[in-house]
């Protein structure tokens, strides 16, 4: 079982749709999450922080649901520029590094 | 801040050459990256340095591949010799262990093993 896990899709949406990705990770004593952005042959990006309270930037919203191990990603209202790859990322308890999801890819269609 | 800086943005060789990649992490962050991403295997952490030190290697997938970080700005990745399955492309990244570790990408190094 991989460490971080999503549902790679793809999502394909019309414009104004709400989409919704969820994420499991594994290790439950991991510190930090976060979703990444990456468009096609760029690099990923961070798009937001995951906090245990739920947080909002424009039309996203993260959660994080420890008792269940997930972490979800709304989008609301969609643009055609949201068209990407979204990438969960886990951090490790005590170490520096971070696990990706392999990505849930979203194509917006007008 | 130019962010981080990787080289180069393509190479193509062919099977046997020695490869190197070159970044250049976000001044003051003491953190340092490799990852690698592919179709297959999507981004796989190859290893990761703290202070120009190596603190976990175990994700280089073999001998073949050597990374080093001589100083706080400047650090390779090389791969000697190439093989095909090594075509993939190659991202840099750094934090700066504020906490919540966040990374900035590079731009990555589009490697293709002929």
């Known amino acids: 079982r991989k460490e971080v896990e999503q549902d790679p899709g793809p999502f394909n949406v019309p414009e104004g749709a709400t989409v919704a990705f969820n994420c499991t990770y594994s290790?439950?004593?991991?510190?930090?999450f976060f979703w990444y952005r990456q468009d096609c042959r760029k690099e990923p990006k961070l798009l937001m922080s995951?906090?245990?309270s739920g947080n909002e930037d424009g039309r996203f919203t993260a959660q994080l649901n420890r008792a269940s191990q997930y972490i979800s990603l709304l989008i609301r209202d969609s643009k055609l520029s949201d068209s990407a790859t979204y990438l969960c990322?886990?951090?490790?308890?005590?170490?520096?590094?971070?696990?990706f999801g392999d990505g849930t890819t979203l194509t917006v269609k007008p | 801040d130019a962010g981080v800086i990787q080289s180069p943005r393509h190479e193509v060789t062919e099977m046997g050459q020695e490869v190197t990649l070159r970044c250049k992490p976000i001044?003051?962050?003491?953190?340092l990256f490799w990852y690698r991403q592919t179709m297959m295997r999507g981004l796989e952490l190859l290893i990761y340095?703290?202070?120009?030190?190596?603190?976990?290697d175990s994700g280089m997938p073999e001998d073949r591949f050597s990374a080093k970080m001589p100083n706080a700005s400047f650090s390779t990745l090389k791969i000697q010799p190439s093989e095909p399955r090594d075509s993939a492309v190659y991202f840099c990244?750094?934090?700066?262990?504020?906490?919540?570790?966040?990374?900035?990408f590079g731009a990555g190094s589009r490697l293709t093993v002929l």
């Open positions: 990244a750094s934090s700066d262990n504020s906490g919540a570790n966040v990374l900035t």
């Open positions: 290790n439950s004593a991991s510190q930090s």
């Open positions: 995951v906090y245990s």
């Open positions: 990322v886990v951090n490790h308890p005590n170490a520096g590094k971070s696990t």
């Open positions: 001044s003051g962050h003491n953190s």
């Open positions: 340095f703290n202070n120009n030190v190596p603190i976990d």
